[in-house]
T-cell receptor, first 113, second 115 residues
Framework: QQQVKQSPQSLIVQKGGISIINCAYE??????FPWYQQFPGKGPALLIA???DVSEKKEGRFTISFNKSAKQFSLHIMDSQPGDSATYFC????????????WGAGTKLIIKP | KAGVTQTPRYLIKTRGQQVTLSCSPI?????VSWYQQTPGQGLQFLFE???????NKGNFPGRFSGRQFSNSRSEMNVSTLELGDSALYLC???FGQGAQGTEAFFGQGTRLTVV
């Protein structure tokens, strides 16, 4: 199944709180899992990425947690700030399809001051 | 290093017309992918070109077509425009060689409005 299911569709978090966005997949041929951040009027930009041989990757306030057996991965944003308000997309790279990126539906995150 | 350049940024067309959008990838990148993004929708994959060949294709009607030139620049064409084609069209470039260089760099998009 060439799908990545992302949830929630939208999320409101208080400033300083933890934002958590989840993604799930079925295809075991996925071998690379990036997260992209998109601000209004801009194209998405790579935020952080992980490979399936690692269970967690942290870059500043952003952490990817990866559960290979459950085929799930999530983005955690610690100490969420109003500047983090954006749409977040998870994706998975498919070895089956010339390394095409398969995208989640996106999560609109709003951080309330 | 210059980023991905999409032209034009904004476009208004009438139903039934056709339109051509352009994308210049980052220098050295050989893969160009096109996406359609509508409000509340995610990134709908249109197609990917690598070294002038279409390598992957999404589930869009044949009215949507593309091509890539020898300098890796790509164009996307939509014929017989429909109101539902109004969207932000994003182009992403990547090195695209096998498992390496998958990181996609996006342009700012072309906002197409069909009236």
């Amino acid at each position: 199944q060439q799908q990545v299911k992302q949830s929630p569709q939208s999320l409101i978090v208080q400033k300083g709180g933890i934002s958590i966005i989840n993604c799930a997949y079925e295809n075991t041929a996925f071998d690379y899992f990036p997260w992209y951040q998109q601000f209004p009027g801009k194209g998405p930009a790579l935020l952080i990425a992980i490979r399936p041989d690692v269970s967690e990757k942290k870059e500043g306030r952003f952490t990817i947690s990866f559960n290979k057996s459950a085929k799930q991965f999530s983005l955690h944003i610690m100490d969420s700030q109003p500047g983090d308000s954006a749409t977040y997309f998870c994706a998975a790279r498919s070895r089956d399809s010339n390394y095409q990126l398969i995208w989640g539906a996106g999560t609109k995150l709003i951080i309330k001051p | 290093k210059a980023g991905v350049t999409q032209t034009p940024r904004y476009l208004i067309k009438t139903r039934g017309q056709q339109v051509t959008l352009s994308c210049s990838p980052i220098s050295g990148h050989r893969s160009v992918s096109w996406y359609q993004q509508t409000p509340g929708q995610g990134l709908q994959f249109l197609f990917e070109y690598f070294s002038e060949t279409q390598r992957n294709k999404g589930n869009f009607p044949g009215r949507f077509s593309g091509r890539q030139f020898s300098n890796s620049r790509s164009e996307m064409n939509v014929s017989t425009l429909e109101l539902g084609d109004s969207a932000l069209y994003l182009c992403a470039s990547s090195f695209g060689q096998g498992a390496q260089g998958t990181e996609a760099f996006f342009g700012q998009g072309t906002r197409l409005t069909v009236v």
